[in-house]
């Protein structure tokens, strides 16, 4: 079992920034890729980001060159750095551990950019 909790979600105005944070425990060891996702009310949740130990990181077209996962694996922690923020990425954003016996979420922290 994975556990997930996120942290850092807000308002803020657009063209702001934001730090989420995503502490993990349980069998860390089993997973292979750390994501985050979001999702707006009634629709189907979108890839953000992803990092790997062997690919690195990857992004949605979408947030190319705004947004930075990252990783400290002293704390066990993933983070994503979200710059320039707009009103449509208004989505709770989710933390995504896949790990080798099946995918795990975390509960979900809301971002609000007002415009």
């Known amino acids: 079992q994975v556990q997930l909790v996120e942290s850092g979600g807000g308002l803020l105005q657009a063209g702001g920034s934001l730090r989420l944070s995503c502490a993990t425990s349980?069998?860390?060891?089993?997973?292979?890729?750390m994501c985050w996702y979001r999702q707006a009310p009634g629709m189907q949740s979108e890839f953000v980001a992803n990092i790997t130990s062997v690919v690195g990181t990857r992004y949605a077209d979408s947030v190319k060159c705004r947004f930075t996962i990252s990783r400290e694996d002293a704390k066990n922690k993933v983070y994503l750095q979200m710059n320039s923020l707009k009103p449509e990425e208004t989505d709770v954003y989710y933390c995504n551990a896949k790990a080798v016996q099946g995918n795990y979420w975390g509960q979900g922290t809301q971002v609000t950019v007002s415009s």
């Open positions: 349980g069998s860390i060891f089993t997973i292979n890729a």
